[in-house]
């Protein structure tokens, strides 16, 4: 088992950055890891690939200086956290948590006792392959392994503190597309009941000795969380990167008589009309 980056991060006082990979292609991964990135973050709660293809992507992942992998599982997929351990995550985000006795439950599936529960096997990438002693594999993969739980509604949101107080827990992440969708404002995610839930986390983490996340897609945002305790960012994603790269490439031939059938402009212009 490879240290994690994160936590390494975090040890020296430093803000980790993550982005994420939707494309399935391990090249993708590999990139990513071999750039420097400090975690690629794998969305296994909305996308279909299984946690077989999942392994494939973190073993890229682990190219040269390598990247944490940090997998979300979908709501109450309790026994997939551990597979998405064996298969090389160092870091679990665990979406849609109501409460603490929620967050315990993630704490207990990704940790070893004494923090949980979690079984042991050790054929598998993160030990790696029965390579290690089995007491000192335990105490560093709970040394290692980190755990960010997901706020996305008001009553999680209340309940802040005491998710941060869960021992195991490391990060409370606001969720702020389905906060807004669920606070009846989609989308709105500089509205006054966002920036309220953000001020109401980073009090509970500042409480609780922990930290607080949010997905940053720019600097200017990355500091606005770095201000309010912040140390783990996500931002980016390739899907967008390859968007925005072939509208670039769109506009700057457009001038010379090129033009392009462009069915996310129809789209766009359809919900406009709507």
Not at 54 to 71: E, N
Not at 227 to 246: P, Y
Request: charged share 20%.
């Amino acid at each position: 088992m490879r240290p994690s980056k994160v936590r390494a991060k975090w040890a020296n006082n430093e803000p980790a950055l993550v982005t994420c990979l939707h494309l399935t292609d391990p090249s993708v991964s590999e990139l990513v890891a071999l750039m420097g990135f400090d975690g690629i973050w794998y969305d296994m709660e909305h996308h279909g690939y299984s946690v077989e293809t999942a392994q494939t992507m973190m073993r890229a992942a682990r190219v040269g200086p390598g990247a944490d992998a940090m997998v979300r599982p979908a709501k109450g997929e309790f026994m997939r956290i551990g597979r998405m351990l064996e298969s090389g995550a160092m870091g679990i985000l665990y979406p849609r948590c109501d409460s603490p006795e929620e967050a315990a439950e993630v704490v207990k599936w990704a940790k070893f006792h004494p923090m949980g529960e979690r079984g042991f096997d050790g054929g598998n990438p993160d030990m790696p392959y029965c390579s290690m002693d089995m007491g000192e594999y335990v105490k560093f993969a709970n040394e290692q392994t980190w755990i960010v739980i997901q706020l996305e509604e008001q009553t999680a949101v209340d309940q802040a503190e005491a998710i941060a107080a869960v021992d195991g827990v490391d990060v409370i992440m606001l969720g702020p597309g389905d906060f807004s969708i669920l606070s009846g404002i989609p989308g709105q995610i500089d509205h006054p009941k966002i920036q309220k839930a953000l001020q109401a986390m980073a009090k509970a983490a500042e409480n609780t000795g922990k930290s607080i996340a949010m997905p940053t897609p720019t600097a200017e945002r990355a500091k606005m969380m770095m201000d309010l305790g912040a140390r783990l960012f996500l931002s980016g994603a390739d899907l967008l990167w390859i968007k925005n790269g072939l509208q670039q490439v769109q506009a700057d031939f457009a001038p010379l008589g090129f033009t392009f059938d462009n069915s996310l402009d129809d789209a766009q212009s359809y919900l406009e009309k709507s």
